[in-house]
């Protein structure tokens, strides 16, 4: 599986965005997602994930209430709503697709490039 997510930018705090990953091959419908992010300095993070039939969602606590994740298993993509972002929020955002747990990175089988988020005060 291969990913390759898009949508990140510049936004100012309060603002929106929507990012989203799509998928190579025929078994994305077969995987879980998650999106993670890693902000300069830190450690790599959880922010949401959804199972792969979009049944069950989860996410961060730093993130509940202002982000939003979803799938369309027909166009093989996820998608990440961005509401009310924070400078916080600034980080890459990864997208990754695993057939194991949601909420930890090792669980992960594929990664995407990343997308660069800037949330400016």
């Known amino acids: 599986v291969q990913l390759q997510a898009s949508g990140g930018g510049l936004v100012q705090a309060g603002g929106s965005l929507r990012l989203s990953c799509t998928a190579s091959?025929?078994?994305?419908?077969?995987?879980?997602m998650g999106w993670f992010r890693q902000a300069p300095g830190k450690e790599r993070e959880f922010v949401a994930g959804i199972r792969w039939s979009g049944s069950s969602t989860y996410y961060a606590d730093s993130v509940k209430g202002r982000f939003s994740i979803s799938r369309e298993n027909t166009k093989n993509t996820v998608y990440l709503q961005m509401n009310s972002l924070k400078p916080e929020d600034t980080a890459v955002y990864y997208c990754?697709?695993?057939?194991?747990?949601?909420?930890?990175?090792?669980?992960?089988?594929?990664w995407g490039q990343g997308t660069l988020v800037t949330v400016s005060s």
């Open positions: 990754a697709a695993t057939r194991r747990g949601l909420i930890i990175a090792n669980e992960y089988e594929y």
């Open positions: 091959g025929r078994t994305f419908g077969t995987y879980n």
